[in-house]
């Protein structure tokens, strides 16, 4: 046991608020975590509704029932019910249209590469969004509308998402590291009518300018009747929290495109005496929609709903990251990854949400330690990835920075490895919660994280959370009391996306999570329940490649792959290594007469960085004789990490099901205890 809350800790969390309003309200009284862990999965439907009323959802139409049906997918919850989930973050902030006390409260601390710390009030935020909601009404867009959005982690992302989500159009957004393809292939399954764009972006102390991929962008998606450009990299830069006052560059350089689109500087939108308002939606209705990482095709287009996402944001900023009205919250990401939305979700509890737009190691890795310390930061979000690498750089950011203020620090993306949470403990702070969490895209929230009122035990994460009943089952699908198995979720939650866009049939939906237990979701990941109650993930049982704390998709790498004529056909994996780091290996089965040389190794990793991004380059790009696939022609990429992990050939695959199953001759004898 490596912590354990104080007596006055446990007193003050929302999780103790919470058991002590169940007691007075459903006579229920939990002696431990467990007891009430089991009550809200054996309960799903009271306990989402006691949900619903601790949290006082506004809700302008009341729900017929809590849940109509329990199969997955196609449960319905709160059918009848509209609300908006940007409603309940400006909740605390708008009285009747006027001014607030909570006005003046800092919503949003900006600092990036090349910007000092900016703070923003929550009635300069709201203007903001009050504009950009106006703006885009003005031009037409309105609920059920797709918006795109090509932006870095700034102030304006934020203010469009919830303009968006006001009006109930639909957001998505991708970051500007992704390479031109990569974005198009996610951006036109939901063929958006509305751009937002950034003139490019600092990383690493370098600018990027993405003019040029804007241009594209126009070029390869004709739904696109608008672009919003924020003009981000032009040295006349942003104010930010003020309406800016710099110029956009020449406008005539982006063209009209197919649907004759209008370019807009952000700055000639806004409009300082608009007012927010909030248009009533169903409980189901899309708020954003996320990506797969394009594992076995093109990226899947999870779409997820304003009433699941609202609950299941409300339930965990407050039960198990313990978030209180004014503290300051912060996870390192992009609005490529599905934290930036649980960043801005943090607004429902009232948190300051701390944005930071540049690399985590620049111009070393105390760059993050030093912003919580600048802006006083109460949560600190990171990767075990990043934690993993100021372990072994030797960082002592305890003694180098004043963390006075930091109370939690959170870890998703990966498994934190045991000695990582001994360096947190050892290095950082020693009274401080360290709450790992784990879920992903696919739910926009994690199934297993904190427990502020119970211990943290070298390695684990602390509990299964409220509502999901997330168990361990084997490949015959039976609960494991011990051991490690198959994440899976048993019952419906209402996170669970509505569909994915465009499979009409819910085919892919189903392959996705309900091929291998009927009725069951299988999450892919493999993870064992430990005698605390706590969990422990032991990385991906998909091909899924995590990526230093990013999902990526192996169909992105073949894609790249295919463009080079020396290469026949290719194969790629990652595996999380026992220190906290992982390995990527790319192999190639090159076409007759050419050679893996240093030129031709160059050249993919080149293509891969341009196309896709840095975090696309393998570790290593290996020759081998075949590569393994199914009788179908499915490559089998799981089968292969689970042989470089050291598992035996014939309980890694099914030979039967294989068109060369000699190929795997050869990464049986590569597997990681050998090289």
Not at 242 to 259: D, M, V, Y
Not at 357 to 363: A, K, L, Q, R, T
């Amino acid at each position: 046991m490596l912590w354990q809350p104080s007596k006055d800790f446990i007193q003050q969390t929302h999780l103790r608020h919470y058991f002590d309003w169940l007691a007075q309200n459903y006579n229920l009284n939990f002696q431990n975590y467990h007891d009430a862990w089991q009550w809200s999965v054996e309960n799903i439907e009271d306990f989402w509704e006691s949900c619903w009323k601790y949290f006082k959802v506004i809700s302008h139409s009341p729900y017929k029932q809590v849940l109509k049906d329990h199969k997955m997918p196609g449960a319905i919850w709160f059918e009848g019910a509209t609300l908006n989930y940007a409603e309940h973050v400006f909740r605390r902030s708008s009285v009747d249209g006027g001014r607030s006390s909570v006005d003046e409260e800092i919503a949003i601390i900006f600092s990036s590469e090349r910007q000092d710390l900016v703070e923003i009030t929550w009635g300069e935020m709201r203007s903001q969004v009050a504009s950009m909601a106006a703006y885009l009404r003005s031009i037409g867009i309105q609920k059920g509308d797709c918006v795109a959005a090509y932006l870095p982690n700034i102030p304006e992302a934020t203010y469009a998402f919830l303009a968006c989500a006001s009006i109930g159009a639909i957001w998505s957004s991708c970051s500007p590291d992704f390479g031109t393809n990569s974005i198009v292939d996610r951006f036109s399954q939901i063929e958006p009518k509305v751009l937002f764009a950034a003139d490019g972006y600092t990383y690493n102390g370098k600018p990027f300018d993405k003019m040029e991929v804007v241009n594209e962008l126009c070029e390869k998606l004709p739904t696109v009747k608008n672009v919003i450009l924020v003009n981000y990299l032009n040295p006349g830069g942003l104010k930010f929290g003020t309406p800016p006052q710099s110029e956009i560059r020449n406008p005539k350089s982006l063209p009209t495109g197919q649907a004759g689109a209008i370019v807009k500087a952000w700055n000639d939108t806004f409009n300082p005496v608009a007012s927010l308002t909030f248009t009533p939606l169903p409980f189901d209705h899309p708020l954003y929609v996320l990506y797969s990482s394009g594992t076995t095709g093109m990226p899947k287009a999870i779409t997820h709903s304003h009433g699941g996402n609202l609950l299941e944001h409300l339930k965990y900023l407050h039960f198990h990251n313990d978030v209180h009205p004014g503290e300051r919250f912060f996870w390192f990401s992009t609005t490529g990854w599905m934290m930036w939305n649980f960043v801005n979700a943090s607004l429902l509890a009232g948190a300051t949400i701390v944005l930071y737009d540049g690399s985590p190691g620049y111009p070393s890795l105390d760059r993050l330690w030093d912003l919580a310390e600048k802006a006083k930061i109460n949560h600190f979000g990171t990767s075990a990835p990043f934690i993993s690498a100021c372990m072994k750089q030797g960082l002592e950011p305890g003694q180098q920075h004043d963390l006075s203020a930091l109370r939690s620090i959170g870890s998703t993306g990966s498994p934190l490895p045991p000695d990582a949470f001994r360096w947190v403990y050892d290095h950082v702070k020693k009274d401080l919660w360290l709450s790992s969490m784990a879920g992903g895209t696919d739910v926009c929230t994690a199934w297993v994280g904190g427990n502020p009122m119970g211990p943290v035990y070298l390695g684990e994460i602390q509990a299964r959370c409220l509502g999901a009943p997330i168990e361990s089952w084997d490949e015959q699908g039976q609960p494991l009391a011990s051991g490690v198995g198959e994440l899976v979720v048993t019952k419906p939650m209402p996170s669970m996306p509505v569909f994915f866009w465009g499979d009409h049939d819910h085919e892919k939906y189903l392959s996705s999570y309900f091929d291998t237990y009927p009725n069951v979701w299988r999450h892919g990941d493999w993870v064992e329940i430990t005698e605390h109650g706590g969990v422990i993930i032991y990385g991906r049982s998909d091909a899924t490649l995590n990526r230093q704390g990013v999902r990526i998709g192996t169909a992105e790498i073949y894609r790249a792959m295919d463009k080079i004529p020396e290469i026949k056909d290719s194969l790629i994996v990652n595996i999380e290594l026992p220190g906290g780091g992982d390995y990527m290996p790319l192999f190639v089965l090159l076409n007759a007469g050419e050679t893996l040389d240093e030129e031709l190794k160059k050249r993919i990793n080149q293509t891969l960085r341009s196309e896709y991004s840095p975090r696309h380059v393998p570790d290593e790009i290996i020759a081998c004789p075949d590569i393994p696939s199914t009788i179908s022609g499915k490559k089998m990429e799981a089968p292969v990490k689970k042989i470089l992990m050291g598992k035996p050939l014939d309980k890694a695959a099914n030979l039967d099901s294989m068109r060369n199953p000699e190929s795997l001759g050869f990464f049986e004898g590569f597997h990681l205890g050998k090289k």
